[in-house]
């Protein structure tokens, strides 16, 4: 692949360097580039972010997609759209790499950004990076969101001199702040911007239960689980972990919501056990994320890698406890508000579960109303945005 980038880099350096000088004379703008508009933390996050964006900052704003919207996450493009954001697909499945990296490349340098803000690591770190550098952007910045590496042996040799073009780093999680620095990212360049939630949406005085729909009684115990269904949210592990939980000490219903790779994996699973069979309900995609936390008494998450994941901070605005893994920064987090385990650690989990069940509903409330009480105070919507633009304003008066 090196040879692949030389090549690249020897065609477009005439161009590149007449970019930067066009740019420098045109009113600011901002590509964002993303994975695709999935029902995840990232995408809402980003929603959230471009929502709030101050009035005061004029730029103009376009995102880049390199993966087409599922039918079932058309209703979050929608929310990019209804904020009249313009998005360009450069489909990375449907074109072969070189056809890909082209069209990137030549989308990027027609567009003439003054930066380039890639999020996520993997395909949309490395290629959104190394085009940006190729088409002479004058500032590019990049989020990383996870623990886990995605890297192919291209993105492993590539990713040394893409941080070294890149001008800030902005993880959501001291964990990966420090994982960057052990990678030789400058610890100067590296801005943790931790995940934000909105207050007045994820509140559990103006959210409707859910559970008329679902066919569940008021009066039962109920706990969920809400994620994008990808191998490392374990939710085989959490599967394992009810199981261990003797029978009459687990939960009324356990609900999870979600769709994905390992959904075939889940629906063999619960199909296998007479209790999960009786007591699971898979609700597929949930787009009322506020309803789902409001008609459960606690949340679920057994990941093995994650940066601040947002399902935890919505939970805790929604006063509601949480069972967690001990992974990247959900300790600091949920400390106070929840029962942690160690990753891989079922009979961990299956301990935190019989704590929460253990309490009446009088104490879980309590513990829950601690929960929101802290994502107020540290994860409060309009500080956060404020920071994360006054990020980019740094980069684009420096």
Not at 174 to 199: C, Q, S, W, Y
Not at 224 to 235: N, S, T
Not at 240 to 268: C, F, H, I, S
Not at 289 to 298: E, I, K, L, M, R
């Amino acid at each position: 692949m090196f040879k692949t980038a030389n090549v690249l880099a020897r065609c477009f350096a005439t161009s590149s360097g007449s970019l930067k000088t066009e740019v420098a004379m045109k009113e600011p703008k901002i590509i964002f580039v993303l994975s695709a508009f999935t029902v995840g933390g990232a995408e809402k996050q980003w929603a959230i972010y471009l929502k709030n964006r101050p009035r005061d900052f004029d730029v103009d704003i376009e995102i880049i997609t390199i993966h087409p919207t599922t039918s079932g996450s058309a209703h979050v493009e929608g929310m990019f759209r209804e904020l009249g954001v313009k998005i360009t697909l450069v489909s990375h499945p449907d074109m072969s790499f070189p056809q890909f990296f082209w069209t990137l490349y030549r989308t990027i340098q027609r567009s003439k950004p003054t930066l380039v803000h890639t999020v996520l690591t993997g395909s949309v770190g490395t290629w959104g990076r190394l085009a940006a550098w190729l088409a002479g952007v004058p500032y590019i910045v990049q989020s990383d969101l996870t623990m886990m590496l995605e890297f192919t042996r291209s993105h492993k040799l590539l990713d040394p001199f893409l941080n070294r073009q890149t001008d800030i780093f902005l993880p959501n999680a001291h964990a990966i702040a420090d994982r960057l620095v052990r990678g030789g990212v400058p610890r100067e360049k590296i801005f943790v911007m931790p995940n934000i939630t909105d207050g007045e949406k994820f509140n559990p005085r103006k959210v409707k239960s859910l559970r008329s729909e679902w066919g569940i009684p008021e009066n039962a115990v109920v706990a969920g689980f809400i994620a994008r269904f990808r191998p490392e949210k374990r939710i085989d592990l959490l599967l394992e972990a009810m199981l261990l939980v003797p029978e009459n000490e687990r939960p009324d219903y356990l609900v999870m919501g979600g769709e994905g790779q390992t959904m075939p994996m889940v629906k063999e699973r619960v199909a296998a056990d007479r209790w999960l069979r009786e007591h699971v309900k898979l609700l597929g995609t949930v787009e009322n994320t506020p309803g789902f936390f409001a008609s459960v008494d606690y949340t679920l998450l057994t990941s093995d890698s994650e940066g601040i994941p947002n399902v935890v901070l919505e939970a805790m605005a929604m006063e509601k406890p949480v069972v967690a893994t001990r992974v990247s920064d959900v300790p600091i987090v949920l400390a106070g508000a929840g029962f942690l385990a160690d990753m891989g650690d079922a009979r961990g989990i299956a301990e935190g579960i019989r704590k929460v069940q253990a309490m009446t509903p009088e104490e879980r409330n309590a513990l829950g109303k601690k929960g929101r009480a802290k994502v107020l105070e540290q994860f409060e919507l309009s500080k956060a945005a404020k920071a994360f633009w006054d990020a980019h304003k740094q980069v684009l008066e420096s």
